[in-house]
C-alpha cells in the first residue's frame, strides 16, 4: 500500500515537472505546435493568403512580448504582428485527460478564441487589423517564418503547421492619449476616444458581443484608425453595459490623468 502511494507521489511530481517545463516562459517551438485536428469551421481557403500577406510573413520578426493567449512577434518594418498561440493552454496533454476538467477548461478555451478571432476575420476585418488569420493546419502557405525570441535566438517556423494570427501593429489607447495630451491636443484626445467608442458600437449593433472587460490592452490606433487588438473572446450575442463600461474605463482615466498634469503643473 505505502508502495503504491509512493508511486502515484512520483507520478504526480514528474507530470508536474513535465508541466513546467512546458510552461516556461521562454519561446519555443514546441509551445506553440499542436496536434489538434483540422476543424472545418476555422479553416481559411488558400485563395485569402494574398501575395501581400505572403510577403508580410517573409519579413524577419522580433519578439514583442507576451499575453495569456500568445506569444508576438514585430515585423521588420513595425507594421505588423505576428502572434502564436500558447496551444498548451488550448490542445490537452496526456496528462490533462487524468483530470477531466482540464480538458474540457482547455477546450473551451480553444473555442472560444478561435471562434472569436474567425468572428472578427469575417466580420471586423478593418476594425481589428487582422491580415490574415491560420486556425487550422494548411498545406498551401508553404513558407517558414523567420522570428527572433527575447534571447536573440532565431526559429524557423511552418506556417501550414502552425496556428496563427497576422495583425496590424497598434499604438494602444491610453499611450495615444497620454501623448496628444501631453501636446494640449484636447481635440484629437476627444476625437480619439470618439472613434473608439464608435468602433465599440458598431459591433453591438451588428449583434456581437466581447468576454473580455479588457480596455487598456485592448484597443488601439493604426494611424487615426481605432481597432480592437485582443479577439479572442467575441461571441454573437447581447451583453449588457458593454458601451457604457469601455465609457466609463476611458473616463476614470481622464480623471486620474487630469490629476495627475494638474498635480504636475502646480510643482
Not at 46 to 61: D, M, P
Not at 72 to 91: Q, W
Not at 130 to 137: G, N, R
Request: glycine letters at 6%; proline letters at 2%.
Amino acid at each position: 500500500m505505502a508502495s503504491g502511494k509512493r508511486l502515484f507521489t512520483l507520478a504526480l511530481l514528474a507530470i508536474g515537472a513535465f508541466s513546467y517545463l512546458k510552461c516556461s516562459p521562454d519561446f519555443s517551438e514546441d509551445k506553440i505546435s499542436s496536434s489538434l485536428p483540422i476543424h472545418p469551421q476555422w479553416t481559411i481557403p488558400a485563395s485569402e493568403a494574398s501575395a501581400k500577406t505572403k510577403e508580410i510573413l517573409g519579413s524577419r520578426f522580433t519578439f514583442l512580448g507576451e499575453g495569456a493567449q500568445a506569444y508576438a512577434f514585430e515585423s521588420a518594418d513595425g507594421k505588423y504582428v505576428l502572434k502564436f498561440f500558447k496551444m498548451r493552454r488550448f490542445s490537452p496533454s496526456t496528462a490533462d485527460y487524468l483530470c477531466p476538467h482540464v480538458v474540457r477548461r482547455r477546450l473551451k478555451n480553444l473555442r472560444w478564441v478561435f471562434n472569436g478571432y474567425k468572428i472578427a476575420y469575417e466580420n471586423f476585418k478593418k476594425d481589428t487589423g487582422l491580415v490574415f488569420i491560420h486556425l487550422a493546419k494548411t498545406d498551401y502557405l508553404k513558407q517558414q517564418a523567420v522570428v527572433v525570441d527575447d534571447k536573440g535566438i532565431e526559429h524557423r517556423i511552418d506556417l501550414d503547421k502552425t496556428e496563427f494570427v497576422l495583425q496590424e501593429k497598434a499604438e494602444l489607447l491610453f499611450d495615444r492619449l497620454a501623448k496628444l495630451q501631453e501636446i494640449g491636443d484636447e481635440q484629437g484626445v476627444q476625437r480619439s476616444i470618439a472613434a473608439v467608442l464608435a468602433l465599440v458600437q458598431r459591433r453591438i449593433d451588428r449583434g456581437y458581443a466581447d468576454r473580455d472587460k479588457g480596455v487598456s490592452n485592448n484597443f488601439g490606433f493604426v494611424k487615426e484608425r481605432a481597432i480592437q487588438l485582443d479577439i479572442g473572446r467575441l461571441y454573437k450575442g447581447v451583453k449588457e453595459g458593454q458601451f457604457e463600461h469601455v465609457q466609463q474605463r476611458i473616463a476614470r482615466w481622464q480623471a486620474i490623468n487630469s490629476k495627475a498634469e494638474i498635480s504636475s503643473a502646480s510643482q
